[in-house]
Nanobody, 122 residues
Framework: QVQLVESGGGLVQPGGSLRLSCAAS????????MGWYRQAPGKQRELVAT???????NYADSAKGRFTISRDSAKNSVYLQMNSLKHEDTAVYYC????????????????WGQGTQVTVSS
């Protein structure tokens, strides 16, 4: 089994910063892509940013220029530095990993963390 655990959410004022962390553990051979998604109340879950095992990144338009995704492959971890936060960034942020699990035969599956709340409010 594979588990993803997020941390770092909280309450921040508009214009402030937060850094989210996510660590994957379990029977992991490789993690192809790691990413962050978010879901605001009454809305569908949406992509924030992803990063591949070789460091290629992809950002939602709403995140470009304000958020930075990074990864420590040795620790099976991904991070999201969020700056210049806005009210509309308020959401539950979920970590995702596309994992090659140490199973026989090996298989690729998507795993999700439990989510961490980010609230931007004055």
């Amino acid at each position: 089994q594979v588990q993803l655990v997020e941390s770092g959410g909280g309450l921040v004022q508009p214009g402030g910063s937060l850094r989210l962390s996510c660590a994957a553990s379990g029977s992991i051979f490789n993690i192809i892509v790691m990413g962050w998604y978010r879901q605001a109340p009454g809305k569908q879950r949406e992509l924030v940013a992803t990063i591949t095992s070789v460091g290629n990144t992809n950002y939602a338009d709403s995140a470009k220029g304000r958020f930075t995704i990074s990864r420590d492959s040795a620790k099976n971890s991904v991070y999201l530095q969020m700056n210049s936060l806005k009210h509309e960034d308020t959401a539950v942020y979920y970590c995702n990993g596309r994992v090659v699990a140490k199973t026989t035969p090996m298989r690729v599956e998507d795993y999700w963390g439990q989510g961490t709340q980010v609230t931007v409010s004055s």
